[in-house]
Structures are given as C-alpha cells and as structure tokens.
C-alpha cells in the first residue's frame, strides 16, 4: 500500500531519490511511502534506529535493485526495477546546462 509521505524535501521525497525512515517503518521513493522492514522489532536488522547504528544503502545494477543495511545485517530488497544511471543522469544533464 503506498500513501503519500509527509517528511519534506528529504531523502525519497524528491524525484529520483530513494529513502529508508526506519521510525515510520518505510521505504520512500519520489514522495510515495510503502512499508519496508519492522517497527516492532529491536534486533540489530530490524526495528528502530538506535544511537550508533549504521545504516547502508545497497545498488545492485546488474539486477536493478536497491537495498539497506543495518549494522552489517542485509534487510530485504527495497526498489526493484531501479536504473539510477538513466534516472540520476537525467537530473545530471539538467543542472550542467
């Protein structure tokens, strides 16, 4: 189920951009929000952030996806379909002309 996500201009928010709120429970693409991961939970690769956490961000361009990590543990693939070498050139050529 997508709803729209009420954060701003952040991370997800925006076109072409792709984001994790762990607090919410989402994942964010162009300002659409789906849940993604476990609110519920407190282990290391679910759950909410907690201080000193790392998170990472996942590309997979030969099968054009995008996942996160936390604290070294693989949660499950976020975006599919995803070709951020079209999408982010796009804004690129934009903003050099």
Known sequence: MNTKASFG????????TWGFESKAGQKIYEGR???YGSSSS???STGLWEQ???IGCLWDGD??????????????VAFTGVNLLK????N??????
């Open 33 to 35: 929000a789906s849940k």
């Open 92 to 97: 690129i050529n934009e903003s050099s002309t």
């Open 52 to 54: 000193g956490d790392v």
């Open 63 to 76: 099968n054009r996806t995008i996942s996160f990590r936390r604290n070294g543990f693989n949660l499950e």
């Open 9 to 16: 201009g952040g991370v997800g928010d925006l076109p072409n």
């Open 42 to 44: 407190s282990s290391s």
């Open 87 to 90: 999408d982010m050139g796009e």
